[in-house]
């Protein structure tokens, strides 16, 4: 009998893990396994006159320390059926139908095994491994300057991830609120890299004074070890079924009345937030209702942003930083509709010059988006979009350095994209805030090549593959995932690309040409000449990182 | 002084005290030392706070006390003022506080308010961890904290906080006070959900039946694991003390539970749930799932013991039905075999109109068993508690508005009105009038002892047959000049009495309150009245 193979599901991100594997009953009493790794079903030993032919067993073991778990559910999903395991991690399952069923295996405190390859590798033939992380937990005490513990403070946990072949750091959405000695913990945390925050302070703190007009005092959005700047906090790296600990204390900060007016291009339909900067981020905000224009808000010192939304629904903003450091009664805040950059669209096909499109046309022909390009971690996507179907600008584009991404559909490929006397194939897009830059000027052909190809792998199994064409800063990236072992790239432009098959560099940050670099050394390599389809066979990539 | 009205749920804020009206200069002190209650010792860094009693939350001064535990705010204005500290380890407390009363500090011309000696109780704590019988931790267990004390009038057993148990089972309630307390776990095997679903599921196969040891609940059990609460341990906790509970589940088959006829008339369906009572209140059992078919709902994953059925109509004129069943094994039941329970609806009426406060609310409160039950009073002083499982018994009737009691005559049809109760016996509809009294009463007092004023003394108002006129009762403490009032009096006989460092006494209870009769002050309230009452305290 062949072996055969699924699509592996990862919850990763699930507490109670499952590890899902299929496994195949035959009526012959045999059965076999497979996954990323293949493994040989003709091997097996079991004969047909096996008297348990119609049974599963296995092992469900803790892949830090090795060590069975005790009382693991694994499931059968296909048969309703399910077993706890043993103090030796042992489970069996006996009278099955010659059926096709998916083996889970559930345990509170563990997630499953990230690489099923490892899992199926070391099964034996009549033994099911299955290996489960356990999951690791955060913990500490928040305390003030003079080390008395904080209650009440809202810590949260940002894990690193990767999202499009990019580093982001996402909120795992477990709060933890510091009890009575200031101690906080988070715990259910798969193995990753983390920093650990604590929110800006809800309700302002009493300073200690006798005076009936003692200033306010509040702690801003604060990271382990006790900074406010995500780029000079540390990060925590956590392994499987660790406990870090991360204390940190928090600066209370005085805050400052501020009382003024703001002019803005249209009346403000609702509150204006005020936000301060940090680096990437924000460490602070506070929302306000201004009366006809006017406002009145407390906050600790520092450059602010400012943004309200007009009765026109639109977006207004402070071009600038508008800074606090002292009381200030009446001082003048300008919102405008800040920067926006407009896209500009040229197309030429069958060799013609170049005709500028309409918007509608055009987005049906290529997207842009814009991607910040600082190298800081940051809690936010600066990101800014040109959005259909009918816009003819990208808006709100924050100051700062981009990475300009495009992406064409059908058969039009790039012939070159510029913004004032930048290359925006080989450069990035720096807006300057406050300043009004040019239009991005896209010029598109219909010449566009094309690559299809196959990758040498049981066709069941979806691959992705990966289209790179290394670049002066940055290197162009695009991604198809295999349908039936086939794949498609089309509105290429002329020129040399590698191409890499693998499943392990989408969850790696491909964008950045370190990562990336490893797996070029073995990559194939195509040149691709103008309306041509280039035909490919690829293997799966090997390289490790 | 007291701070807020009897109600357990809402905080209600009650104004105390009037500002002497006499003009005087801004230069009255006060001043004093925060101590340990326990060890005496003087607090330093110790947050102190005042107010007038006229804005309970909003705090006038601030300040830390200094190394010797010594606090002085000056400069104020004649008049009465609330007192509040706190310091880590030290929860929020006010000056003498006895759970909703507090004495107030007198600053005037011939008041002493400069010697203050303010005792703040340490936190207690009560954690634990939560195990199965296996040894392993359990999870998300929902545990329930309870105290029992006279703070109601009688010793009632009722709940406190809750929390849930994390990843390791471990649970914590801090910044206790000392007393008298239970804990309570409700929680569901974290494999329950999986047995359960495959039993749900239709290829279910009993016979291959792996999954049979995975089909088990954890009935509600009482610290330190038993599931009768006459069995549980109560602890004492002590002021400052960490107390350790694990308490320890034990899992038991989990039972189903068929419910036949579950929808009555067609496209009326209804729902049906399952209720525990723990001390009192009621509560969700753990997790149980639902699955209809046809006309049959079946409720799985059940630990056995007692619970309360509710089958309820989408129509809202469609009555409550409800039984008391105990459940040992798999069980099926007739929805229709529930009996009609108790609709009780009713007005409050006043000549010459009424204000209702949006936050109005009628309680019906059973003393006995510590029951409670709310529901809204609409601006047109209807109210109904059609939607509540009330069984037969005896329940004091409260109408809170705003930041005051309403009382009146209390009138019944189909249960029988006995003072400020109703006495409900059957599953007949009850209908009350509530006819709120004109010209409720205050009196303004002194406690004295020995003929010297005194503070923190608890002043007691009792009705003429206590018993069934628990709701108008009245207290307060009596502040730091020895004054006290009582407001919102419904006319009648009374007796007022002032007891000393007896704050643990049941209060409503007319046979305790006998043996503290012997210098009770015979009062009878005329409407609208205000009264100057001397009380000899004992």
């Not at chain 1, 403000?268 to 406002?295: K, P, T, Y």
């Not at chain 2, 009330?390 to 009138?411: H, M, Q, R, W």
């Not at chain 2, 004295?448 to 108002?461: C, D, Q, S, V």
Request: aromatic share 8%; glycine share 8%.
């Amino acid at each position: 009998m062949r072996a055969v193979n699924s699509e592996l599901r990862r919850f990763r991100s699930r507490l109670t893990s499952m590890a899902v594997i299929l496994v195949s009953i035959s009526s012959m009493g045999a059965w076999a396994i497979a996954g990323a790794q293949e493994v040989d079903a003709a091997q097996s030993k079991v004969s047909k006159t096996e008297p348990e032919r119609d049974a599963i067993t296995g092992t469900v073991l803790n892949s830090v320390t090795g060590e069975p778990i005790n009382r693991a559910v694994v499931q059968l999903g296909g048969l309703n059926r399910a077993t706890m395991t043993d103090a030796s991690g042992h489970f069996e399952f006996h009278n099955l139908q010659g059926l096709r069923v998916s083996v889970t295996v559930d345990k509170p405190g563990f997630f499953d095994e990230r690489d099923q390859a490892e899992v199926l590798a070391d099964t034996a033939v009549s033994e099911l491994l299955l290996r489960m992380v356990p999951a690791g937990a955060i913990r500490g005490k928040i305390t003030t300057q003079v080390g008395e513990p904080i209650e009440g403070v809202r810590v949260k946990a940002f894990q690193r991830q990767i999202s499009a072949g990019r580093q982001v750091w996402v909120d795992r959405m477990v709060q933890s609120l510091t009890d009575e000695n200031g101690a906080f913990r988070i715990a259910g945390l798969p193995p990753s890299i983390y920093f650990i925050a604590t929110e800006q302070s809800r309700e302002p703190i009493w300073m200690p004074s006798a005076v009936p007009s003692a200033r306010r005092q509040v702690y801003a959005q604060s990271f382990y070890p006790g900074v406010t700047q995500l780029s000079m906090a540390s990060p925590i790296n956590l392994g499987g079924g660790q406990e870090v600990e991360a204390d940190f204390s928090l600066t209370a900060e005085m805050t400052y009345k501020v009382a003024g007016a703001l002019s803005t291009p249209d009346e403000i339909s609702s509150g204006v937030v005020f936000e301060r900067l940090a680096g990437q981020d924000i460490d602070f905000f506070e929302n306000v209702v201004a009366h006809d224009g006017r406002f009145e808000i407390e906050l600790p010192a520092g450059s602010y942003a400012v943004e309200a939304y007009t009765s026109q629904n639109a977006r207004v903003s402070t071009s600038g930083s508008f800074v606090i450091s002292s009381d200030m009664s009446d001082v003048g805040i300008l919102l405008s509709s800040g920067i926006s950059i407009p896209v500009i669209v040229r197309t030429s096909s069958d060799g013609n010059s170049l005709q500028e499109v309409d918007d509608s046309t055009a987005h049906s022909m290529v997207e842009v988006k814009l991607h910040g390009a600082s190298n800081a971690p940051s809690l936010h996507n600066h990101e800014a979009w040109w959005a259909g179907p009918h816009a003819h600008e990208i808006p709100y584009v924050e100051g700062g350095r981009y990475e300009v991404e495009l992406n064409t559909f059908g058969q039009w490929r790039i012939e070159s994209a510029k913004c004032g006397g930048v290359d925006l194939l080989n450069g990035d897009l720096v807006v300057t805030p406050g300043s009004t830059p040019g239009a991005i000027e896209i010029a598109l052909r219909d010449d566009g090549a094309t690559v299809i190809g196959r990758v040498a792998r049981d066709p069941w199994s979806s691959t992705t593959v990966f289209l790179v064409q290394q670049r002066r800063d940055r290197n162009f990236v695009k991604i198809v995932r295999t349908t039936l072992g086939n794949f498609r790239f089309s509105g290429l432009a002329p020129g040399e690309y590698s191409l890499i098959a693998s499943d392990e560099l989408i969850n790696l940050e491909y964008m950045n040409p370190e990562v990336l670099d490893s797996y070029l050394a073995t990559a194939d390599h195509i040149t691709l000449q103008s309306r041509a389809t280039a035909n490919v066979r690829l293997n799966v990539s090997r390289t490790s990182r | 002084m007291r701070l807020s009205l009897v109600a357990n749920i809402v905080l209600l804020l009650v104004l105390m005290g009037r500002l002497n009206a006499q003009v005087a200069k801004d230069n009255f002190i006060i001043r004093g030392n925060i101590v340990s209650a326990v060890t005496g010792q003087p607090l330093e860094r110790t947050d102190v706070s005042i107010g007038t009693v006229e804005h309970l939350d909003k705090t006038l001064r601030e300040l830390l006390t200094g190394p010797d535990g010594s606090f002085s705010l000056a400069g104020l204005a004649p008049g009465k003022y609330w007192l509040a500290a706190q310091k880590n380890g030290f929860r929020k407390q006010l000056y003498e506080q006895h759970g909703i009363f507090t004495s107030a500090i007198a600053v005037g011309p011939g008041l002493i308010s400069d010697h203050i000696s303010f005792r703040l109780h340490p936190d207690a704590a009560i954690s634990g961890k939560i195990t199965d019988s296996e040894n392993e931790a359990v999870p998300n267990a929902t545990v329930l904290l309870f105290r029992r004390d006279a703070s109601r009038g009688f010793v009632l057993t009722f709940q406190t906080a809750q929390t849930m148990s994390d990843d390791r089972g471990y649970y914590h309630f801090g910044h206790l006070e000392s007393g008298r307390y239970f804990v309570v776990v409700s929680g569901q095997p974290w494999y329950g959900s999986i047995a359960t679903s495959l039993r749900e599921s239709s290829e279910y196969d009993p016979v291959a039946a792996d999954s049979a040891d995975l089909d088990m609940a954890y009935p509600t059990t009482y610290y330190p694991g038993v599931t009768n609460p006459a069995s549980g341990s109560s602890i004492m906790l002590h002021e400052g003390a960490d107390f350790i509970a694990d308490v320890i589940l034990t899992p038991t088959p989990a039972l189903r539970l068929r419910i036949n006829h579950a929808n009555g008339a067609p496209g009326q369906p209804r729902e049906v749930t399952l209720k525990q009572y723990v001390f009192g209140t009621m509560i969700d059992p753990p997790t149980t799932r639902h699955e209809s078919r046809g006309d049959t709902v079946e409720i799985l994953g059940i630990p056995s013991g007692k619970y309360i059925l509710e089958v309820e109509s989408s129509v809202s004129t469609d009555k409550v039905h409800g039984r008391v069943i105990e459940l040992t094994a798999d069980s099926d039941i007739d929805a229709n075999s529930a009996a009609t329970l108790p609709m009780v609806s009713g007005a409050v009426q006043r000549d010459g109109g009424l204000t209702i406060d949006p936050q109005a609310f009628v309680q019906l409160w059973n003393s006995r068993t510590a029951e409670a039950l709310n529901t809204v009073l609409t601006a047109n002083g209807e109210f109904s508690f059609d939607d509540e499982f009330l069984v037969p018994g005896t329940y004091s009737i409260f109408v809170v508005n705003g930041e005051s009691l309403l009382v009146g005559a209390i009138s019944a049809i189909g249960a029988q009105a006995i003072g400020q109760s109703i006495q409900i016996t059957g599953s007949t509809p009850v209908r009350l009038t509530i006819r709120a009294a004109l010209g409720l009463a205050v009196i303004n007092g002194i406690a004295r002892h020995n003929g010297k004023p005194i503070a923190g003394a608890m002043i007691i108002l009792v009705p003429e047959n206590a018993k069934s006129n628990v709701p108008i009762f009245r207290r307060d403490q009596s502040d730091s000049d020895g004054s006290f009032t009582l407001r919102d009096i419904l006319p009648g006989k009374y007796k007022i009495l002032g007891i000393e460092n007896h704050w643990d006494l049941e209060w409503a209870d007319p046979a305790v309150l006998n043996a503290h009769s012997d210098k009770a002050v015979d009062v009878e309230i005329r409407p609208s009245m205000k009264y100057e009452i001397t009380v000899e305290t004992q």
